[in-house]
């Protein structure tokens, strides 16, 4: 009876420390040649390196730490000619992230994580607009003044539009956050007060 309750605890134990494990994000880069990835942060005005991975199979990569907590933020995995593509860490931290060589950025989706699924879809309907404004920029040239920037300003609308969107569906989502953190301050419109002499009341 003692050694089958001996049994039980440190299999209870086991249990525990392996759902306790930390975070472990998989990426999975097709046609990828690297052997090492490393995975990042921001922090104030700085990068930081916090963990690597080394590639058993071309193109994967598994970040997994027990001993280690990532906070809520903005991450990174990059190889060592200093190329990159973010995702963000939002109370998830046990996903797969697969991708393309030809375009990390564009082609990147999530397994088990939705909050990296809506990120993705958002800065790729952004990576869009980015494009097109590229495209106007070439043919500025030969567009008017007046053109150009009824064309710019329509996109920049397109784009506003697409972050409101996202910020209403999605109030608790990281991006959200760094989103309202970062929005221009509206100054409401003072009216002028005037006295009854017609001239303005500056008191």
Avoid: C
């Avoid at 970040?63 to 963000?88: C, M, P, W």
């Avoid at 958002?122 to 990576?127: C, G």
């Avoid at 209403?168 to 989103?179: A, E």
């Amino acid at each position: 009876m003692r050694l089958k309750l001996i049994l039980f605890m440190l299999l209870s134990i086991l249990i525990i420390n392996n759902s306790q494990a930390q975070y472990k994000i998989s990426i999975e880069i097709k046609d990828n040649k690297d052997t090492m990835l490393i995975l990042g942060n921001y922090y104030l005005s700085g990068t930081f390196a916090i963990d690597t991975a080394y590639s058993k199979k071309p193109g994967k990569f598994i970040f997994q730490k027990k001993d280690k907590h990532l906070e809520n933020g903005i991450y990174f995995f990059a190889n060592t000619t200093g190329r990159y593509s973010e995702f963000v860490i939002d109370n998830e931290s046990n996903f797969t992230i697969t991708t393309n060589e030809e375009d990390w950025a564009k082609h990147i989706k999530s397994k088990g994580s939705k909050s990296n699924s809506l990120y993705f879809e958002y800065m790729n309907n952004n990576f869009v607009f980015s494009d097109k404004v590229g495209e106007l920029n070439k043919e500025r040239a030969n567009m008017t003044k007046e053109a150009y920037e009824m064309a710019v300003n329509n996109l920049r609308l397109r784009s506003d539009t697409l972050k409101e969107e996202f910020l209403k569906n999605n109030p608790n989502h990281l991006l959200s956050k760094v989103l309202t953190a970062t929005k221009d301050i509206e100054i409401p419109e003072i009216n002028p007060i005037y006295k009854n002499d017609g001239s303005l009341d500056s008191a």
